[in-house]
């Protein structure tokens, strides 16, 4: 990759950073014109349009080409499985993900994802697993707690879902999920106890 191309990446999520993430699609989407093999900008904005479902097809078209281009590299396989994720297509979701994983096998982050999936798709019990693997290799990421809680949430588990919230935010004390999540569930088992 050219040192002008490295720029305009570094502009373009610089640019996402300051939340103005037009400007950024901009920037990316003239680097692929220009390079359309370029597998950095072309994960770059797939994981720039992943962050709503409105946009995750489109996210998708990218993504299939980075993964077309490099079938090793489990960051574009990871935000693929995201894009299926975001569009409630769960099956595809986890093949994608585990396919990150087995290139990335301590990726926490696509551990975290396959919790989620696995949630979505109904498998508690495996999803918890999915996330104890993500906490085992990323005890200090806080989302993965407040994932945690949430499926234990749905398992009308709520002394661990609050253990859970708890350490969220034992790391993250400002996490106003995490707060709202633990408020909620002690409110609820404080409403039980009446």
């Not at 769960?90 to 551990?111: C, M, S, T, V």
């Not at 989302?143 to 002394?159: A, E, Q």
């Amino acid at each position: 990759m050219t040192e002008e191309s490295k720029r305009a990446i570094l502009d373009a999520m610089g640019a996402a950073m300051k939340g103005d993430t037009r400007r950024a699609r901009v920037i990316l989407k003239r680097l692929i014109k220009q390079e359309p093999d370029n597998i950095e900008a072309l994960i770059a904005l797939g994981a720039l349009l992943n962050t709503a479902k409105e946009t995750a097809e489109e996210a998708m078209k990218f993504l299939i080409k980075a993964v077309k281009i490099d079938q090793r590299n489990p960051i574009a396989w990871g935000h693929l499985g995201e894009s299926l994720l975001l569009l409630k297509k769960y099956d595809r979701a986890e093949k994608y993900i585990r396919k990150a994983l087995e290139l990335a096998p301590e990726g926490a982050n696509y551990w975290h994802r396959l919790g989620i999936v696995l949630d979505k798709s109904g498998r508690k019990e495996k999803a918890i697993e999915a996330l104890e693997k993500s906490i085992e290799i990323a005890p200090s990421e806080d989302t993965t707690w407040i994932s945690m809680g949430l499926v234990y949430l749905r398992m009308k588990d709520s002394d661990k879902a609050i253990e859970a919230f708890e350490k969220a935010l034992l790391l993250s004390p400002e996490n106003p999920v995490a707060r709202n999540e633990l408020e909620q569930v002690t409110k609820m088992k404080d409403d039980e106890v009446d």
